[in-house]
């Protein structure tokens, strides 16, 4: 029988997977509101999504395919937000090859208008929850206490795992010179002074107790001569789990967070990498005397807590900056991690 590409299906609800004992099965929930972000303003100048319009301009000619045109795809900042739902296929293919379950996604609205909180629904058959935290901090998206109870009930399981996934926090000064610094040193065209991500994030790490905040966007170090991402700083004798195992680097991308331990880190604190920083591009961070930032901590579970938490940026599991055989390895080692 030949292999084809399995025909796409939209607006069902979703179907339960059973449960196979060693393969987990893993959802992916993006924290925003669909359509707050995607009828946001684009006159606003800062804390929005690009519209398609302005991703061509920047990217030209990388979407000027019949695909990509006004028949094809959408094309404000709805587009944006499509483009990164598709950038997260090949991380689903390669996690559903290793699990054997294929990867749920939720949104807290979507495109349709439904609102799906983290409940029951979702979590009575997924093993590793993903938070993706791409909600500007304008759409005030907050953890109802619902969800709250239901994601700690969840930990309570032994075999799970949430991964908690702010993106960066761009411009949070109201010193205008400081934006444009931190502007200049990222160098992505398509972010603005200020852009501000994770309010729903941050009020599960609060909630969870975990002591970690999501800050700046810095811009990763590169093997000089290339544009290839120069390789983590990590602490593989703490990296119990082997989240790390053939894992040298994650994905470029320009504006990264810095995953802020606002607490020291211990046995039940994990810093397992830390990401070398582009110095060439001056930063209030730089300034303060860093050269790497954190990007990737692991909470063990505790006596209070059977599941695990990990931290690492949404875009390590999106294509949309590139992929390499390192990051597929992170891949596979979350959707086998035990």
């Excluded at 001569?225 to 989240?243: K, V």
């Amino acid at each position: 029988m030949s292999s084809f590409t399995p025909a796409r299906t939209y607006n069902q609800a979703h179907l339960a997977r059973p449960y196979t004992p060693g393969k987990r099965r893993i959802s992916i929930y993006w924290s925003w509101s669909y359509p707050w972000e995607a009828q946001r303003d684009p006159a606003e100048l800062d804390n929005r999504f690009s519209t398609m319009t302005e991703v061509r301009q920047a990217t030209w000619p990388a979407y000027e395919t019949p695909e990509y045109d006004a028949a094809h795809f959408l094309q404000g900042i709805a587009g944006t937000l499509e483009l990164f739902h598709r950038s997260t296929l090949e991380f689903q293919r390669v996690a559903g090859a290793v699990t054997g379950h294929p990867v749920a996604v939720f949104q807290r609205i979507d495109q349709a208008g439904f609102a799906q909180p983290i409940d029951e629904r979702i979590l009575a058959d997924t093993d590793t929850l993903m938070v993706f935290g791409l909600d500007h901090l304008l759409a005030q998206e907050e953890a109802a206490p619902e969800e709250i109870a239901a994601i700690q009930q969840w930990l309570q399981r032994e075999g799970t795992t949430l991964l908690l996934a702010p993106h960066h926090d761009v411009g949070f000064t109201d010193d205008l010179l400081q934006r444009q610094m931190e502007f200049e040193h990222h160098g992505d065209p398509l972010v603005p002074r200020q852009q501000r991500f994770g309010a729903y994030t941050r009020s599960l790490m609060t909630a969870l107790d975990v002591p970690v905040r999501n800050v700046y966007g810095l811009r990763p170090a590169v093997v000089e001569g290339t544009r290839a991402i120069a390789p983590l700083s990590t602490y593989r004798d703490l990296d119990t789990p082997g989240l790390l195992d053939g894992v040298t680097t994650f994905n470029f991308h320009p504006h990264l967070p810095h995953y802020e331990l606002t607490g020291p880190a211990s046995d039940s604190v994990r810093l397992l990498a830390r990401q070398p920083i582009e110095l060439s591009r001056p930063h209030p961070f730089i300034e303060a005397g860093n050269t790497e930032f954190n990007s990737l901590i692991w909470l063990p579970p505790t006596a209070t807590r059977a599941g695990d938490i990990v931290m690492a940026d949404s875009t390590n599991f999106t294509t949309l900056f590139g992929g390499t055989d390192s990051l597929a390895n992170f891949w596979r080692n979350l959707a086998a991690m035990k």
